[in-house]
């Protein structure tokens, strides 16, 4: 690929607007665009209820939602890919519960999820880099997870068992192989897209 | 073909363990909405959408329950995993009936022997007594084995002398949560069924109360009754608002159906004056209690904070009056009957106050506001549970949901294998949690609410078409009411086997339609007609003379 891979693999010389992929007014409106547009696909996507199976107390299941936020992380970089998480939690909340929780503390540790995954380089044709990215993908959902659970436990107050059971299991159980898993069929699936229809 | 597999090995194993982890959790998912549709008859139209609907789901926990409930003996409680909650055995019982009193306000038109005999039963169990049933009864569970009940006098507890009421009794005068739950069954049945056979024990109730808030129960009218507060308690020694709210709602039903005027005397205004003065915390929400007695057993040495008695129920972890977030929506549940004026401004400060948001879909009520970390205990479930009813009832769907989610959204949803049963599965919190969750889910979804059933039906409803016998096994009934305006009879149904439904009160012969299109004629049975339907949907318009 391509101009994403060529792009990726020049980054780490990039000064902080370039690897932001704002670095002129062009690729910062493309960079928001992709934002929001993944901010839109990932409040659609975890709208669908989606089946789950509970083991004693672990929720086990996919959430395919998730893996939106990481993969536009990973195709146009970490603002990128903080936006389609932070606003698409907002987005989320507000649409379909008319609410903002927590002044989005947590619609900001899912942008972290999209934040770290778009910090590396990645060449969606290589397994590799695939593999690459679901484990980038990985360890931005426990970073998500953990600073979800201490803006839950230190500014909202909830109770450990509420923390634990209600929010940083399911992010382990359901999110961790949701975001492995999904974030290469994504990456693929652009991949096959935009090396047919050229739009950055 | 290969060598695309082999630039895409990675990807296509992501895939294929996709799909085996998707295959192995492929569980809980939510049943399609119910068929509706509209159709033109004669005319006339309908629009099954502006009739009330049951859910599949509903039905199926319904079925769960019923067989749970006339399933066994009355005072058997197979199932129910209640092992360790004898005490709550009447309050699941209770709260369970007015679940299943919406259910059938819902499917007004279905009145075969499925929902009477859920109903009737429900009320047997409720009452097994000592005599019959030795310790396994609900007179044992609920008062005879808690140490000391059955000795109280008021208001000498334990010396009493010819000034002195006995309040020690099982049926009362202070046992409301008893007789309130029993007396509001029997009126809920009244009111759904009409057949007249618990007027006489109900009308008992309700003047005994009469009596005990109005009078010193020796003849003498006295402001507050024997207590003092216009109120009863439900332990010999205390009074609760959500209590209360139970007998307020049964004497305001009662009321309404045989055109007595006990609310327009005043019997309870005192109560609820007081209420609203005594067992209010500083935002006017309903707190847990006020002690109108010592109770027996409590001395100088007892490691409680101080109580004042009389005097509101003291909190006694952290000061200040006992706060319940369950009690406070109970109370405003049923109180809204009566006086709206007061309950429906709190909701919004209720739900500020104890309401915690877990995430944009998810929500819980604390136990008490006072320890917003304490989630984790049966009162923050209780809380939200009894929430979510209220929420219902106000509206308030969103803020329901996402109570609704909580639970709904980790426990197994175990179907039976022919599909008929559904409940939720809580065994691994508690399996208890298992029926009240169930019970709850239906309760807080359905769309009739507890003030809805506190209007009677009127006198001419009990002349309309309706299903008097069905095979009921073999059908799930979405929707059955006659509509009184348009003169044809709503009947959304699925049928899982040949089934044949009896209806009674048609003037004349009735026929069926579906889409609009005639099916034919019911058949004529003695004075009622039958109508036998094949396996499938259908959204039927039945009208008579056409």
Known sequence: MTESSDTNTDKMGMDLPKRLRVGDPKSAIITIVFGVVGAGLFMLIYSIPMPYTMVSLIKFGLSPALAIIAVVGAIRGPLAGFLSGYLGLIMYDLVFSLTIVSMTLPALSYGVLGLIVGLAAYDFTKGRSLAKLSLMSAIGLVFTALIAVVFGLFVDNHSVLLELGFILLPLFTVGLPSVILFTPIYARLWQVFSSRISII | ?546
Not at chain 2, 217 to 222: A, L, Q, T, V
Not at chain 2, 251 to 273: A, F, I, K, P, Q
Not at chain 2, 369 to 380: A, E, H, R, V
Not at chain 2, 396 to 403: A, Q, S
Request: aromatic letters at 16%; one cysteine or more.
């Open chain 2, 1 to 546: 073909m290969f060598e695309i597999i082999k630039q895409n090995k990675y990807v296509i194993t992501a895939f294929v363990i996709t799909i085996i982890i998707g295959g192995m959790t492929f569980s809980n998912v939510q049943v399609p909405a119910i068929p509706k549709g509209i159709q033109t008859v004669n005319s006339t139209t309908f629009n099954f959408a502006d009739y009330p609907a049951l859910t599949h789901e509903q039905i199926a926990i319904m079925n769960y329950f019923n067989e749970l409930v006339t399933g066994q003996a009355y005072n058997t409680w197979e199932g129910w995993n209640a092992e360790n909650y004898h005490w709550a055995l009447q309050y699941i019982t209770a709260f369970l009936s007015y679940v299943f009193a919406g259910v059938t306000e819902v499917n007004s038109g279905y009145r075969s022997s499925f929902y009477e005999n859920f109903a009737h039963t429900q009320i047997l169990r409720m009452n097994t007594t000592i005599d019959e049933y030795g310790n396994a009864s609900m007179e044992y569970y609920e008062w005879v084995s808690i140490p000391g009940f059955t000795d109280y006098y008021y208001p000498n507890a334990t010396h009493p002398d010819a000034d002195d009421v006995y309040t020690g009794g099982f049926r009362g005068p202070a046992n409301i949560m008893w007789t309130g739950h029993y007396a509001l069954m029997m009126a809920l049945y009244e009111r759904n069924f009409h057949f007249g056979t618990m007027t006489e024990e109900l009308t008992h109730y309700i003047k005994d109360w009469n009596v005990s808030i109005t009078t010193d129960r020796f003849g003498h009218h006295k402001d507050g009754g024997l207590w003092g507060t216009g109120l009863i308690p439900c332990e010999p020694y205390v009074v609760f608002a959500q209590c209360n709210s139970i007998p307020i709602y049964t004497t305001e039903l009662y009321d309404n159906l045989y055109e007595t005027h006990y609310m327009e005397s005043g019997m309870w205004d005192y109560g609820l004056d007081f209420i609203e003065e005594n067992i209010t915390d500083e935002y006017g929400l309903y707190t847990n209690g006020y002690f109108v007695q010592k109770p027996v057993g409590w001395g100088p040495n007892s490691e409680l904070l101080p109580q004042d008695i009389p005097g509101q129920a003291v909190d006694h972890y952290v000061g200040g009056p006992s706060l319940s977030s369950y009690a406070t929506a109970w109370a405003m549940t049923f109180l809204e009957y009566t006086v709206p004026e007061e309950t429906i401004p709190k909701y919004p400060l209720f739900i500020d106050l104890y309401g915690r948001e877990l995430s944009g879909d998810i929500m819980y009520m604390l136990g008490t506001y006072k320890q917003p970390s304490s989630f984790g205990d049966i009162m923050g479930i209780l809380g939200t549970v009894f929430t979510m009813v209220l929420a219902n009832q106000r509206g308030d769907y969103t803020t329901r949901d996402r109570l609704l989610n909580l639970l709904g959204s980790m426990l197994n949803k175990v179907w039976s294998p022919d599909g008929r049963q559904m409940y939720y599965d809580g065994s691994p919190f508690d399996a208890f949690l298992s029926p009240i969750f169930s019970g709850f889910s239906v309760w807080s979804t359905i769309p009739v609410t507890v003030r809805n059933l506190g209007d009677p039906r009127p006198a001419e409803f009990w002349n309309y078409p309706y299903i008097s016998n069905a095979d009921d096994d073999n059908i799930w009934v979405y929707q059955a009411r006659w509509d009184p305006v348009k003169s044809g009879f709503i009947l959304n149904i699925r049928v899982d086997q040949t089934a044949e439904l009896v209806f009674s009160n048609f003037d004349d012969t009735p026929t069926a339609f579906s889409q609009g299109i005639s099916m034919g004629d019911l058949t004529p049975t003695g004075s009622d007609y039958s109508l036998t339907l094949q396996p499938g949907s259908y959204q039927l318009v039945i009208m008579e003379g056409s």
